[in-house]
């Protein structure tokens, strides 16, 4: 069964850190892009950062390099997000992201995670 579960979201002053967590069962591996989406209110949903396993690369959006990172830890397939000198702009539920790019394709998705930066 497939399951993706974040963590870690919350309110957080401007200039302030939070660390996301999701831990991923049932979908982690090699033929597995993995990564956040984020939503804020009234938006479409929008990609945060990504490990593409196509080309074994990171994908950042623009308004997230050099503030976010995106990491994985295939023992506990667990993936994070920590979120450095965030902005009240980065107010969205957060989400986990799991794309299976092997035939047929399939795409799979976490609960959501708040997240609520104020000025």
């Known amino acids: 069964q497939v399951q993706l579960v974040e963590s870690g979201g919350g309110l957080v002053q401007a200039g302030g850190s939070l660390r996301l967590s999701c831990i991923v069962s049932g979908i982690f591996g090699a033929i597995y892009d993995i990564g956040w989406y984020r939503q804020a209110p009234g938006k479409q949903r929008e990609l945060v950062a990504v490990f593409k396993v196509s080309d074994d690369n990171i994908n950042y959006a623009d308004y997230v390099k050099d503030r976010f990172t995106i990491s994985r830890d295939n023992t506990k397939k667990a993936l994070y997000l920590q979120m450095n000198s965030l902005k009240p702009e980065d107010t969205a539920v957060y989400y986990c992201?799991?794309?299976?790019?092997?035939?047929?394709?399939?795409?799979?998705w976490g609960q959501g995670t708040q997240v609520t930066v104020s000025s």
């Open positions: 992201w799991g794309n299976k790019i092997t035939w047929p394709p399939r795409e799979y």
